[in-house]
């Protein structure tokens, strides 16, 4: 069994930069991955076969890297917030991390590597401003960032790479929900004000990650026609300006934002948007392509805002280039759907992303696990199996069975098998992890139904470590009481 998407849509959406290329980009995720698809593959198969020219990494980690050397794409590397603070405190510590992560990638050092990696921005933290962290990031930003900019100085890098800071649109508020009455939190206008003289004094443009999918679950007035850029949504009056769609009055409320403190003129990045395809209701592979289509087709026309007419964001980046299993849910199951790819590499709908009227090409020659599945022995007693798949799911990715997700209409004992294998995959399908106290089988049939796929793990170095790693922390985040609730399983 392998990825098959032909069940959904994969009709071409008749749109190709062609003369009036964007920049667009994707931003490509492994941190968040209990089995990420090696950068080996990643790099030709999916980045360079569909002429992808940009891609917004969350880190600097040496095997990307190694992957992106020589191969001419534009590359924005990331800081983590838990970085900022002694960043922030130590400029000897921000030329380390320049020295690691950056200068080795340039000539004359880059030669080690096999070719120069274009680094073309720093993302000092990961939208550190959002509200929810309160002020756990907030002052150490412009300090780090300052330190960064510093060494990259002091590399004689400083006119090569540029530093930006990615915040969310939870930064910035508008009354009456009017892109004029924009403005910046009131708990971050002093700290958004430093920012703002330092990026604007380096030459750094604003940088914002917008989630026009949160927003429509979060926001009753918002109808999903707006949000899609359909032509028959209800547009929204603010004085002499007319909205369309969700996207323009977002960059609207992010100028005049910018505006009322004095930096109305900067050029904005979009670095993160995009729309999810399972663990929630409208998340859908039909639903997300009817989504990117309006968003490409309002890029490429080149429309620009109300407010910034025929100047559109600078540089687009989707979020994202492929699914990742560990992503926190504090928002939602989806979260660990955005892939315009599945986990391995391939197109779930398709949209134009350089490389215009062809159909995405998937990725090739992936290497998987053997073909077998963990599933409920039905011979057994089961009345205890419930407990057992919850518990599978707080160590697993059961979002796939959520409310309006692609396995939520499989009826019970379907789901417990669906737990069971998720577990049994995520720990490379060794034979006590489909043990369940003597309710798991193993088994060579596929188990998948419908649109449901019963994924089988890829064979990959990373997976173990990342396991290690991440497996604690995502075993806090989702309890298995929480897991019994909201998958059905009592």
């Not at 968040?32 to 990494?57: C, E, F, M, W, Y």
Request: net charge neutral; glycine share 8%.
């Amino acid at each position: 069994m392998r990825c098959d998407y032909r069940s959904v849509i994969l009709v071409p959406l008749l749109l190709s930069w062609g003369a009036v290329a964007m920049a667009l980009g994707v931003n490509w995720g492994t941190s968040s991955s209990s089995h990420p698809l090696p950068p080996s593959t990643v790099l030709p198969g999916l980045l360079k076969a569909n002429n992808i020219t940009r891609v917004k990494l969350s880190g600097a980690d040496p095997d990307v890297m190694a992957s992106l050397s020589g191969s001419g794409i534009q590359v924005t590397v990331g800081i983590p917030n838990e970085m900022l603070r002694v960043l922030s405190s130590s400029k000897k510590a921000a030329a380390s991390w320049v020295h690691d992560n950056v200068t080795r990638y340039f000539p004359p050092n880059s030669g080690v590597g096999g070719g120069e990696v274009r680094i073309e921005y720093i993302a000092v933290g990961d939208e550190p401003f959002l509200s929810s962290y309160g002020q756990q990031f907030q002052h150490f930003v412009v300090g780090a960032a300052t330190n960064i900019q510093l060494a990259l100085t002091a590399a004689k890098l400083a006119n090569k790479v540029k530093i930006i800071v990615p915040c969310t649109s939870d930064a910035y508020q508008s009354d009456m929900n009017l892109p004029s009455k924009g403005h910046f939190r009131p708990d971050l206008t002093k700290t958004m004000i430093e920012l703002l003289s330092f990026l604007t004094k380096h030459g750094s443009p604003f940088v914002v990650d917008i989630n026009p999918f949160l927003a429509l679950q979060q926001n009753k007035n918002l109808s999903l026609d707006y949000v899609l850029f359909r032509s028959k949504s209800h547009a929204v009056n603010d004085g002499h300006n007319k909205y369309k769609n969700y996207f323009d009055a977002s960059i609207d409320t992010l100028i005049s934002s910018l505006s009322k403190v004095g930096f109305g003129d900067m050029d904005i990045i979009v670095g993160r948007i995009g729309w999810p395809t399972d663990g929630a209701v409208n998340a859908t592979p039909a639903v997300a392509q009817t989504f990117m289509h309006g968003l490409i087709d309002h890029l490429k026309s080149k429309a620009g805002t109300p407010l910034r007419p025929k100047r559109p964001p600078i540089e687009t980046y989707i979020f994202s280039l492929l699914d990742e299993d560990q992503r926190g849910i504090t928002t939602g199951n989806y979260e660990r759907h955005w892939g315009i790819f599945t986990f391995d590499g391939q197109a779930k709908y398709n949209v134009d992303l350089g490389q215009g009227l062809k159909n995405l090409v998937n990725a090739h020659n992936v290497e998987y696990l053997a073909s077998r599945w963990c599933v409920v022995n039905n011979n057994k007693d089961l009345l205890n199996a419930s407990a057992s798949a919850a518990d599978a799911c707080s160590n697993a990715d059961c979002t796939a069975l959520s409310p309006g997700g692609s396995c939520f209409r499989i009826s019970w004992p379907g789901n417990l098998s669906y737990a069971f294998n998720s577990y049994y995959q995520q720990h490379d399908q060794s034979a006590d992890s489909c043990d369940f106290g003597g309710l798991g089988l193993i088994t060579t049939v596929d188990p998948s139904m419908d649109d449901c796929r019963f994924t089988i793990a890829l064979r990959t170095s990373f997976s173990s470590s990342v396991y290690e790693t991440l497996g604690m922390w995502w075993t806090i985040v989702v309890g298995a009481c929480v897991c019994s609730y909201l998958l059905g399983f009592t």
